[in-house]
């Protein structure tokens, strides 16, 4: 099933306001120049950053909710990087998946491992933020991924479809729903696993979306240690739709370098 590959960055804590949008204008020069189809791309800075980066795309004519293709290059879309399963309350410190639309996401991850860790995010709370994304009107792009210790030992596949399982309704359906795999061990280290191990995740994700959703044709991006050096690779696996890019997407050069990995598919 033919599937547009999407290529997102995740800027994690990262991204003061000069140095964002000099990024967004250096990647939306390169979109523009880009001739004919790419990937679909997006962005997910600090929640702050949002409204100031929707402004930039709307400068240069890229509606980040609803995009223009900007001069016949690929759509560019913005992000959060969670959300809070209320519409609204006495949660401080936490934002919801209204205000993210409101301040110009049109996607939102959720159960980032970082998350998972740091925030202790369990199956309960991310399946109510997937829900939240939802009703918000939010594509929602779920991350699950093992630990070195859980690969080590063979767990890989149970423990990544348990992940899946507990997130997802019937609700799910490919245009509200993207699937992140990242190893755990992957993120940040410049490890990927082999061609074959990813293959085989990607597959085993793919049955367990389709039996919990009922529905073929979810997009299922590959993350951890993504690079312009590796994206091709990568890219090519059967059954990657895309990837989900920590810190090569930092820099726009890097960033588009991987998305033109993806459109040479
Ligand atoms: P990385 O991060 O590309 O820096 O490994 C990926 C992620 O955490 O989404």
């Not at 100031?52 to 290059?73: F, I, T, V």
């Not at 299922?220 to 997407?249: F, Q, R, W």
Request: charged residues 20%; hydrophobic residues 45%; neutral net charge.
């Amino acid at each position: 099933m033919e599937r547009t590959s999407l290529i997102a960055g995740n800027w994690k804590m990262n991204g003061r306001l000069p140095d964002a949008l000099a990024e967004v204008r250096s990647l939306l020069q390169r979109v523009e120049a880009a001739a004919g189809e790419g990937p679909e791309l997006l962005l997910c800075p600090p929640a702050i950053l949002l409204p100031p980066m929707r402004a930039e795309l709307e400068r240069h004519g890229a509606n980040s909710r609803d995009p223009e293709k900007p001069a016949g290059g690929p759509p560019l879309f913005l992000g959060g990087q969670d959300c809070h399963p209320a519409q609204a309350g006495a949660h401080t410190g936490d934002i919801s998946a209204e205000m993210l639309r409101d301040a110009g996401a049109s996607h939102v991850l959720v159960g980032h491992s970082e998350r998972r860790l740091d925030h202790g995010e369990r199956g309960p709370l991310i399946a109510a933020k997937v829900a939240a994304a939802h009703r918000a009107g939010l594509v929602a792009i779920l991350c699950v991924g093992e630990t070195l210790k859980q690969r080590e030992t063979g767990q890989a596949p149970a423990v990544v479809s348990r992940q899946v399982r507990a997130a997802l309704s019937a609700d799910c359906v490919p245009a509200n729903l993207v699937i992140a795999y990242e190893p755990v061990w992957a993120i940040g280290t410049g490890l990927t696993p082999t061609v074959e191990d990813v293959a085989v995740m990607h597959a085993t994700i793919r049955r367990s979306v389709e039996r919990i959703t009922g529905q073929p044709g979810h997009r299922i991006l590959y993350g951890g240690s993504v690079k312009p050096g590796n994206a091709a690779e990568l890219l090519a696996i059967d059954g990657v739709d895309g990837a989900l890019v920590g810190g090569a997407s930092l820099s726009a050069a890097d960033f588009w370098s991987i998305a033109m990995a993806a459109r040479a598919r």
